[in-house]
């Protein structure tokens, strides 16, 4: 089939997912439309797609999930029969359900999911883990993995026909942190940790604090954060990076990738 316009959508708080959304979506087609959709007001902004274009739905993987926001990560955007490709990063430790979940999305958002695939990118918690991802060994499978959906397009993808991807419903429970980071004397209220929080969690009047209802633990804000500032301080970051980097940091993980068959 010829597609009219190729779409990369993501929720990107730290920018693992947007690098491969928008890497694939440049190997795919010269020019794209490009929907960040982790700034609360894009989000919430309504998108219809048609049949003839093809939209890249991109999230990241939080304890095996998709991230739990208000309104959900595509709830605003709209498919009509519009082909799909799902993909998610994750921190190298494991996928688990969150591929299925994002297939299950796209259907319910009225999209055709016809590949679905999983990268790894930086982990939340350690600058060691994942660190340099994606490289040109994840650039050079992006592009051979864009080759494939280009074929399938060509070729036809098979009525009703998705990728058989891992995991299970229902799906393993989502997992809130026990800690959430949050600004000590340091701070000198530029708010950028506000402008850069996808969950409205940090309020302008006090963003020395966050709003443990709210927080995904994405720390986009301590990212952000010029003087940092802002940390996770009970128990330390630097204690939970370590932790994860004794579990996770090797062996190092290759991205996966999923067709639709017949």
Known sequence: ??????????????????????????????????????????RAKAR??????LVILGAPVYAGRLPAVEGGLFGALRGHDTPAVCLVSYGNRAYDDALLEMLDLCAAQ??????????IAPHTFSGKIGAGRPDEA?????????????ALLETGVPDGAVPAVPGHRPYCPVKRMPFHPEADRRCIRCRRCVAACPVGAISPAS??????????DCLACVHACPVHARSVYQPPLADIGAGCEKAFLTPRREPEWFLARR
């Open 1 to 42: 089939m010829k597609i009219s316009r190729v779409t990369a959508a993501y929720f990107s708080p730290t920018g693992g997912t947007k690098a491969y959304a928008e890497g694939l979506a440049a190997a795919l087609v010269p020019s794209y439309a490009d929907v960040n959709l982790t700034a609360p007001l894009v």
């Open 48 to 53: 219809e797609f048609g049949p003839d274009e």
């Open 110 to 119: 009225g999209f055709h999911c016809i590949a679905a695939s999983a990268w």
């Open 138 to 150: 994840d650039r050079e499978k992006l592009r051979a993995f864009a080759g494939e959906v280009r």
């Open 207 to 216: 963003p020395e604090k966050t709003d443990s209802t709210r927080c995904i």
